[in-house]
């Protein structure tokens, strides 16, 4: 089993940079201080043996939803558009990506 | 007695015997709200103009001679978490400060359809995390009972609208007792359903296994009549659940003689404040006199819940708060390139609380850990699960305090994250296990309200509202209104 270990400060701008989240330099010390202190307190999990536990992401059973592939009425362009910082044409507009 | 002080139930009466307008009513609120805001601050938008057209529509409607529904023409209040078509919607959150949502949630629909007034959206933490309502990128929300302590959270606001009667009653959600610690701290009854009872569909999502909307109320059979109006199978909402839905007003009234009370020792350790369990087991005294059996019993996993809920909590919130980065809607911040765009879009738009959060869930999630902490997680989840099903083998309800101590003052915990989230010990569990929780008023501690906590099977609201309206009935602490000075000074006797 991986044991919980403590978190870097370099793990912190590595989390960062995958949350897609620009911190400061001092939120980059307090975020690997605070995490720790979480992740110390998380570490009691590593007590219980659960090698024959089955893992629950929902607490009641969640079955699929099917339904008939038929055309209904979806929301208009205009609607989806009225919230976009930037749009144009119909399309979202994001600064240059290559 | 102020007509801002009557319940759902009794303002109905009044409106059926043309006793009052819901113009008239409507317009009491918004006084009340206007009078109140400055102190209280519960409303992050206040929807005078809409509510009062609404109402206007159902005085026609009673003027026509036509019937009206329960809970038609009585203005309540929804957390700003909950979509409203046209109607601003911002989790308290610079992100979405401007954000006007193109559709409604479900539960808005269903009451806007049952008649209620929106009187405005409700304060709450940034996103729904938090515990105190501090969080709120705008301003903190203030007890009634004390302006200069926290209403709880993240539902202050639906909390603290209720028990200061800018409201007649809220919608707010619980993630991990948001609905439940609130109304304890505030002295009104929250209740959390059955995952997957009420649909959460167009509820901004924070962590979707655990996310759940319910009713915050003056008393019981208001929250019944709620629940009624909002529960139910949508099929717009996968998880939503296809049950029997009882008329759940039919479980009020029905005696708890030889009801089966289990009372999980776990819930009673370090860190609960023996004020507080000493006003709960006085609450085990009186239904025991109802002719209740209660008797203690063990969930031995408790001890795990704290700690498995902030990984999975977190995990989930940081894969769904993944959608605000600029693009389609929200607040959008300037960068060079499009990563840099996003990556200050979010420093900018999200406060320190959910950061945490995102980087705690992005780390439990990430390549190497995922096994260790998210997995790990789930598997204890099972666990707690377990521990309730094999509980509600032997017992029909069980009970435990609602919060480990009553409102705490403004920065008492707000330093410290850890002991912010340990004030949810006693109502994550009942997130994880699925199962509904009641917050309902138990008594007081330095003038401060105590919630007693009631967990049931799960969709077995019905045995919920049966001891809790007992309870209620038999010792009235419900009717014991906020006495300060600002609050009270306006009606409230």
């Known amino acids: 089993m ?15 940079l995958l949350a897609r989240l620009e911190l400061s330099e ?65 399309f979202f507009r994001v600064p240059k990506i290559v | 007695m102020d007509i ?24 009491a609120f918004l006084d009340r709200v206007r009078r109140l805001e400055g102190q209280v601050q519960a409303y992050v938008t206040v929807t005078d103009k809409s509510a009062l057209k609404r109402a206007a529509e159902v005085d026609a409607k009673i003027a026509r001679g036509e019937a009206i529904g329960t809970l038609e023409g009585i203005p309540m209040a929804l957390k700003d978490n909950m979509c409203t078509e ?23 629909i269903r009451l806007q359809e049952a008649g209620a007034i929106l009187l405005g959206k409700l304060n709450m933490d940034e996103f729904a995390m938090g515990s105190s309502t501090e969080n709120s990128r705008f301003f903190p929300t203030h007890n009634p009972w004390d302006l200069e302590r926290v209403p709880g959270g993240s539902s202050g606001g639906a909390a603290a609208s209720v028990a200061a009667a800018e409201a007649v009653y809220a919608l707010g959600s ?61 099929r717009k909402d996968s998880t ?22 289990g009372i999980p020792r776990e819930y009673f350790g370090e860190g609960i404040d023996s004020d507080v369990a000493k006003v709960i087991w006085d609450a085990v005294a009186a239904l025991k006199d109802l002719g209740a059996e209660a008797e203690e ?46 990556r200050k879009t979010r420093a900018e738009g999200f406060g320190p609380e959910v950061k945490r959060r995102i980087m705690l869930g992005t780390y439990a999630l990430s390549s190497g850990y995922y096994d260790a902490y998210y997995v790990k997680a789930q598997k204890v989840r099972t666990l707690i699960k377990q521990d309730f099903d094999q509980a509600f083998g032997t017992y029909d309800v069980l009970l435990s305090p609602t919060a480990p101590t009553v409102a705490f003052k403004f920065g008492e915990k707000s330093s410290n994250p850890l002991s912010m989230y340990l004030s949810d010990i006693c109502t994550v569990p009942v997130n994880l296990a699925g199962i509904p929780g009641i917050s309902i008023p ?39 209104k906020p006495s300060t000075k600002e609050v009270a000074a306006h009606g409230l006797e």
Request: aromatic share 8%; proline share 5%.
């Open chain 1, 2 to 16: 991986v044991k919980f270990v403590k978190i870097s400060r370099q793990a912190v701008e590595h989390v960062a």
């Open chain 1, 26 to 90: 001092q939120e980059i010390g307090t975020y690997t201080e605070q995490l720790n202190t979480i992740l110390d307190y998380a570490a009691i999990l590593e007590k219980l043996d659960t090698s024959e536990v089955q893992p629950t992401a929902h607490a009641v059973p969640l079955h699929n939803v099917l339904r008939e592939d038929e055309v209904r009425v979806s929301m208009p362009q205009e609607k989806v558009l009225q919230n976009a910082p930037d749009a144009e044409n119909g």
């Open chain 2, 4 to 27: 801002t002080a009557k319940t759902a139930g009794e303002l109905h009466d009044l409106l059926v015997q043309k006793e009052i307008t819901s113009t008239e009513l409507t317009h």
């Open chain 2, 86 to 108: 046209g109607i601003r919607t911002t989790c308290s959150s610079k992100m979405l400060e401007e954000f006007v949502p193109p559709y409604s949630a479900e539960v808005a």
């Open chain 2, 174 to 234: 619980d993630t991990g007792g948001s609905i439940r610690q609130p109304a304890a701290f505030c002295g009104v009854v929250g209740m959390k359903p059955t995952y997957g009872a009420v649909s959460r569909y167009g509820l901004i999502a924070f962590a979707s296994s655990l996310d759940q909307i319910g009713p915050l109320t003056k008393d019981v059979r208001d929250n019944a009549l709620v629940m009624n109006a909002i529960a139910g199978h949508d």
């Open chain 2, 240 to 261: 939503s659940v296809r049950f029997d839905k009882p008329d759940y007003t039919q479980f009020l009234g029905k005696n708890i003689k030889g009801l089966k009370i």
């Open chain 2, 297 to 342: 019993c063990s969930l031995p996993h408790t001890d795990y819940a704290m700690p498995a809920y902030y990984l999975i909590a977190p995990a989930e919130c940081s894969s769904n708060l993944a959608r605000y980065d600029g693009v389609r809607y929200g607040y959008r911040a300037e960068g060079d390139d499009l990563i840099s765009m996003v």
């Open chain 2, 442 to 480: 138990a008594g007081f501690v330095g003038g401060l309200p105590v919630g007693l906590h009631l967990m049931g099977k799960a969709f077995d609201e019905g045995t919920l509202y049966q001891v809790a309206y007992a309870f209620e009935q038999h010792t009235g602490f419900h009717k014991v």
